[in-house]
């Protein structure tokens, strides 16, 4: 059964950081690209950030510059560093992988 959990979302002011992490399972994690997406209030999904295999990485430009997605082979895990948060990253946060596997979700709340 693959699985995979998010975790690491919470409330932060505008300007701090926060690091998600997403644990995979059920799956040779080595393999595939992984996937950060969000989800805003009242919104569509929109894709963050995407790492591929071999570690080469990819972000969207509203966040480019400001997150850094990484993956640890060995622990079947992939990490979202999220600096210089803004109102705007306010959101449900979802790993997947390749788009095929989701997690439930973390939110992640920027506001003063």
């Known amino acids: 059964e693959v699985q995979v959990v998010e975790s690491g979302g919470g409330l932060v002011q505008p300007g701090g950081s926060l690091r998600l992490s997403c644990a995979a399972s059920g799956v040779t994690f080595s393999s595939y690209g992984m996937n950060w997406v969000r989800q805003a209030p009242g919104k569509g999904h929109a894709w963050v950030s995407y790492i591929n295999s071999g570690g080469t990485t990819y972000y969207a430009d509203s966040v480019k510059g400001r997150f850094t997605i990484s993956r640890d082979n060995a622990m079947s895990a992939v990490y979202l560093q999220m600096n210089s948060l803004k109102p705007e990253d306010t959101a449900v946060y979802y790993c997947?992988?390749?788009?095929?596997?989701w997690g439930q979700g973390t939110l992640v709340t920027v506001s003063s």
């Open positions: 997947s992988i390749g788009f095929d596997y």
